[in-house]
């Protein structure tokens, strides 16, 4: 069944060259119950490993069922120990968080067996563990344990059961149950191969080999030992089958597995589980409430801009380059109500015009103070900026030339001064003038950023001659007659300012700007739209620093499971079960963080609208971002550590301390 020839091993400590094994051939026949002696260091567990598919020989070639299998692939080789080969170890290596069931049935995940289960109890009770079922290896004593490591051997009906010294670990009680199991498994067939130091375990085999420094120095088979048939073909077959026609296990299956251990592996370290996601949680709760804020900031500013209307023309000093600002003094226009008087005779293009202009105000009703903007406008201020007062009126072309003091409030402003009482006809002061409240205008709503209700409209002359003051307006708002005439408007307006103050080009540049809604709606959706980038940006760097905490845990949790791995890989696992294993424990983790990280970014901007009053909307697209962004991050973060684990050498990983 097994056949090695002239196998030699070296490993290099530092500068030493340790001859591990030398030359060794070796056959070993069906039914076999071998016993492998020899001194500490003789290279038992060596030649054991070879034997078993962890390790390779550096020379010579290795027959099972007659095939050639020295230069098998490592997925090959795991197909093999999963399925023809079981361990059982000195140490038992159980995986510690995991019941005596679920140790035993950890080959059958990786033959793709899965729906075997029953398998796997079957076994504990073979090996007297019925009742024992559900402990947990920590709950069991040695012997229980190494019957749960021989249970876990035997699921997938092995051809060959490998011990290297089963019993060192033992008590000389339990040492005697473990032999006999090992000996009742030989009798129904398979071959047992037991590496021991210890004569009266050996005194069980039928079949002694002694190793001495890397070879072997005898072999010695006891007369009564059983001839057995050699079945080499059957089990050759056997082999041959496994290698050529590679398991096919559903996706799905195979999923839910992974799935299952990664929710253990999580589950056995709660805490350091919490804290990463938690980490991811963070990140997406702020992608989702800095984006919903930026998309309220949005949607309130396209409503105030639609209340504007789309006719709307602004003539204000100033550049545009300069945000109204001129830098040289001198070329800037200043406007007067003579300017708004002669645009508004351009009756060809132009509706109506309301020049205004703007100032802070002390307003003071009884005991009631509160500091507000005050808006000096023209008497058609009320259709161009549908401003039409939701209760009471707006003033008129003869208030505005008698610079009469009436007042329009803001719902803000009533609310600070007047509560719920009714403020029509009351008189406040403003900036210590008597004023009649004469209306209170449309409410519009408040964004991130400001409070469109906080403000009180005058008549423009009032304004400027009785409360600040000014001699000149500061805008000038036109309505185009038509959506169709806003360019010939513009032009116009353009054209009237140039001629009356005789500009050159460069001054007509400089010294004013006339701005329509397109240009105004673009400039604000820019900046809105950076605003957003800005948020979004912040909130992605708090998920990439999620994601490297992520990371951090992954590289943690593969070096302190090192000997998992190395046991996985022993009954079955192939480089890329561990690899998927470890990135969908990865990507579970960035997962449970993005769903809880929606919730509670929504829980957030819920909070903001209610508490705050602003303007703030979640969207779709950003859920669907930020959950799928961290997926990404649990994918890419994940990748290195899950790399890193699959890349581990079994036995290397088994030894790990
Ligand atoms: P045994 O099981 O008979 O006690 P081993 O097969 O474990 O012996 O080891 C044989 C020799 O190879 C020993 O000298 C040991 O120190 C050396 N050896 C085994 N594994 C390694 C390794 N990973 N690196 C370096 N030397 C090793
Ligand atoms: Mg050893």
């Given at each position: 069944m097994i056949e090695i020839k002239n196998i030699s091993k070296t490993y290099q400590m530092g500068k030493v060259e340790v001859k591990?094994?030398?030359g060794v051939s070796l056959k070993i026949s069906s039914g076999e119950f071998v016993a492998i002696m020899g001194a500490s260091g003789s290279g038992k567990s060596t030649l054991m490993h070879i034997l078993g598919l962890l390790d390779r020989a550096d020379s010579g070639a290795y027959y099972l069922g007659g095939k050639?299998?020295?230069?098998?692939g490592d997925e090959d080789q795991a197909r093999l120990r999963n399925r023809i080969i079981g361990f059982v170890f000195q140490q038992f290596h159980l995986l510690p968080r995991m019941s005596a069931l679920e140790n035993a049935e950890l080959p059958l995940i990786y033959a793709g067996k899965r729906h075997l289960v029953a398998k796997a109890k079957e076994e504990l009770i073979k090996v007297g563990l019925a009742d024992r079922i559900s402990h947990r290896p920590n709950e069991l004593s040695g012997g229980q344990q190494q019957r749960v490591a021989i249970a876990r051997s035997l699921v997938n009906d092995p051809l060959i059961i490998f011990a290297d010294e089963p019993t060192g670990n033992l008590d000389s009680k339990s040492k005697v149950e473990i032999i006999n199991i090992l000996q009742k498994l030989n009798q129904q067939g398979k071959i047992v191969v037991i590496v021991t130091h210890e004569p009266e375990v050996a005194a069980y085999c039928q079949r002694v080999i002694q190793m001495r420094d890397g070879v072997i120095i005898s072999d010695q088979r006891k007369p009564e030992a059983r001839k057995i048939p050699e079945v080499v073909s059957i089990e050759g077959n056997l082999v041959s089958n496994l290698l050529s026609r590679p398991r096919k296990i559903s996706g799905e299956t195979k999923f839910l597995d992974y799935l299952r251990q990664a929710a253990a592996a999580m589950l056995s370290n709660k805490m350091r589980s919490i804290l990463s996601i938690l980490g991811i949680l963070i990140g997406v709760c702020s992608v989702i409430a800095m984006l919903a804020l930026g998309q309220g900031a949005k949607e309130s500013i396209q409503k105030q801009l639609a209340s504007l209307g789309s006719n709307l023309l602004v003539v204000r000093p100033g550049s545009l380059k300069t945000h109204g600002v001129s830098m040289q003094t001198g070329t800037v226009t200043r406007f007067t109500l003579a300017d708004a008087a002669s645009m508004a005779k351009l009756t060809e293009v132009v509706k109506s015009v309301s020049p205004s202009v703007t100032g802070r105000g002390q307003m003071v009703y009884g005991s009631n103070n509160w500091n507000t903007q005050v808006e000096g406008v023209g008497a058609d201020y009320e259709s161009i900026r549908a401003a039409?007062?939701?209760v009471g009126r707006f003033f008129t072309e003869s208030e505005v030339k008698m610079r009469e003091k009436v007042v329009l409030l803001g719902t803000t402003v009533v609310k600070e001064l007047?509560?719920?009482?009714?403020?029509?006809g009351q008189t406040l002061k403003i900036n210590l003038l008597n004023f009649k409240v004469i209306g209170i205008l449309p409410a519009k709503g408040a964004n991130t950023f400001h409070d469109q209700d906080d403000t009180a409209v005058i008549p423009v002359t009032t304004a400027m001659?009785?409360?600040?003051?000014?001699?000149?307006?500061?805008t000038i708002y036109v309505e185009a007659k038509t959506p169709d005439s806003i360019d010939a408007a513009q032009a116009a307006l353009s054209e009237l300012i140039i001629k009356q103050r005789r500009l050159n080009p460069k001054e007509a540049e400089e010294s004013f700007q006339i701005r329509n809604m397109s240009d105004i709606k673009d400039t604000l959706e820019a900046t809105t739209k950076t605003m957003s980038m800005l948020l979004g940006a912040i909130a992605g760097i708090s998920l990439l620093v999620g994601g490297i905490g992520i990371m951090n845990i992954m590289l943690v949790s593969v070096t302190e499971r090192t000997r998992e791995i190395g046991l996985r890989k022993a009954i079955g696992a192939t480089h890329k079960d561990i690899m998927v294993q470890f990135l969908i424990e990865a990507m579970l983790m960035s997962f449970l963080g993005g769903i809880f990280g929606v919730l509670l970014g929504w829980a957030v901007a819920t909070l903001i609208t209610v508490f705050a009053g602003w303007t703030v909307r979640v969207s779709l697209f950003s859920v669907a971002l930020s959950t799928s962004f961290s997926l990404v991050i649990g994918v890419t973060f994940g990748l290195w550590p899950a790399k890193k684990a699959a890349a581990l050498d079994p036995i290397e990983a088994l030894r790990y301390e």
């Open positions: 591990a094994l030398t050639d299998i020295t230069q098998l039409y007062p939701a007047f509560g719920e009482a009714d403020p029509i001659f009785r409360v600040f003051g000014k001699e000149y307006v500061d």
